[in-house]
């Protein structure tokens, strides 16, 4: 019996061979686009943190204390600031056009102010269009300031006869001591590209899971795949699935060298659960492929279906924007996708070192993706056999 069920898996194996072989659109969303979009993106954030972002500098009272508050914002490694005599209105329309992300105005009298021991603002203004970069330019700018206002007053207490010790007790009765636990390098890595490399490959399993099965009736070569199996719809789909599974595992484990020795992300957890719960999540996502074709009956209709249901994961899986944080009725909408669980299971392994415990409970939810599919199999027979439904594009 096992030799029949293995003969009859190993005949529809050898047939979607030559499908993919003979099939320019299946071999690119099969093979060549993941190859691509794994570089690419790769690529794009190869430099981890974004360095020297340009500032335009309007120094309206150029002193030697402006002239300092300048160089030390050039010593930060976020900001590259231009003072080439910019009025207020040319850097508000550098920062309008793109050519700069920041505006530091420093007016005229700061200096004379603070020796007068009077208070002195300083302006920044921001772009926060593009939250990540406003946000490391307003952190760098400000602890920049920070640190010069506190010398500042540091030597004024010292003038007025006060020990160091003393005189930064004054100035700083309260310290603040931020520890950053996950991600201490506030890194492009750390955050986009562990969003960015998985949700490619969920696109590429849906969508070539997707082709593989909508093209059988798309083609009406339904009876042909049903054949090759005997008319056995678990070899049938065990056939489909070997050699897609194989493959897209192997494209998770280009992900994880990726992640591990290309980027250097860490891994404080255990490996062998990533590996589990990335095979979960293919055969999760290969399961919904199966219910959005035998739910659309229709190759276009299931392919865009499956566009939506990937990238909007991108929003609902709570990272970019914390679950907690969201509606109750999105919090329950981020649970329709499996990358959520994945994400959960990844993260904790990579970045925070939780117990396996947390990610045996993802990885039981993430099998009700793999049911819901399942159960659709039945119904992608009658399909498959009736005339109907074939030619749907």
Not at 49 to 78: F, G
């Amino acid at each position: 019996m096992n030799n029949e069920r293995s003969g009859r898996v190993t005949a529809v194996i050898m047939r979607e061979i030559n499908r993919i072989l003979g099939d320019k659109v299946y071999l690119f969303i099969g093979i060549i686009a993941p190859l691509i979009g794994f570089s690419l993106i790769t690529l794009i954030f190869s430099a981890s943190v974004p360095r020297k972002l340009p500032v335009a500098i309007v120094d309206q009272d150029h002193t030697s204390l402006s002239r300092k508050m300048i160089r030390m914002i050039e010593a930060t490694p976020v900001a590259s600031p231009d003072n080439s005599g910019n009025s207020l209105e040319e850097a508000r329309l550098k920062l309008v056009s793109g050519e700069t992300s920041a505006i530091v105005v420093i007016p005229s009298g700061t200096e004379k102010n603070i020796l007068r021991g009077q208070h002195a603002d300083i302006a920044i203004y921001l772009n926060n269009v593009y939250l990540i970069k406003a946000g490391l330019l307003k952190s760098g700018i400000q602890k920049t300031i920070a640190t010069l206002s506190t010398g500042i007053k540091l030597q004024t207490h010292m003038i007025w006869g006060e020990t160091q010790p003393r005189a930064m007790a004054k100035i700083q009765a309260v310290q603040l001591n931020a520890v950053l636990l996950f991600n201490p390098y506030t890194s492009y890595e750390y955050y986009l590209v562990l969003l960015l490399l998985p949700i490619l490959l969920t696109v590429y399993i849906l969508f070539g899971t997707i082709y593989a099965f909508g093209t059988e009736l798309q083609y009406g070569t339904g009876p042909e795949w049903l054949t090759a199996a005997q008319d056995h719809m678990s070899s049938a789909i065990t056939g489909k699935f070997v050699l897609h599974t194989a493959w897209y595992f192997c494209l998770a484990m280009v992900m994880n060298l990726i992640f591990f020795r290309v980027l250097g992300l860490p891994l404080q957890g255990h490996f062998l659960m990533i590996l589990l719960s990335e095979l979960v999540m293919i055969l999760s996502y290969q399961a919904m492929a199966i219910f959005l074709v035998t739910l659309s009956k229709n190759l276009r209709l299931a392919l865009s279906l499956a566009s939506a249901y990937t990238m909007l994961a991108i929003t609902f899986a709570g990272l970019t924007f914390p679950a907690f944080g969201m509606p109750p009725v999105a919090q329950v909408f981020s649970k329709i996708f499996p990358f959520t669980y994945w994400l959960e299971i990844f993260a904790g392994q990579t970045l925070r070192n939780e117990p396996l415990s947390n990610a045996n409970i993802c990885l039981w939810q993430m099998t009700i993706f793999i049911a819901a599919g399942l159960c659709m199999v039945p119904r992608l027979k009658y399909l498959l056999k009736n005339e109907k439904y074939r030619g749907k594009i």
